[in-house]
């Protein structure tokens, strides 16, 4: 199965064990984000990240610069504990 596919069959099986208000109101505000351009501003595959600086997992921040002088950088976006 395509990731494609597999997404589709996720979103399918969390939509149908909702309430149909709270899917309702899921995608009015999925359309609200589609038709806001804001993916339209997404920085795109391949393209270079400006310079930035975070907080690592212990709250020391690194600078993106510092890293990308020692060899490849990779990032990791989790949400967190909700």
């Known amino acids: 199965m395509k990731l494609q596919e597999k997404l589709t069959a996720m979103k399918q099986e969390s939509m149908a064990s909702k309430p149909p ?5 899921l995608m ?23 310079e930035f600086i975070l907080s690592d997992e212990q709250g020391n921040a690194f600078n993106s610069k510092d890293i990308l002088g020692k060899g490849p ?10």
């Open 21 to 25: 208000e709270v899917v309702e109101l």
């Open 28 to 50: 009015a505000e999925t359309k609200k984000l589609i038709l806001s351009g804001i993916a339209d501003k997404a920085i795109k595959v391949g393209a270079t990240l400006p």
């Open 73 to 82: 950088l990779a990032l990791s976006f989790y949400r967190g504990i909700w």
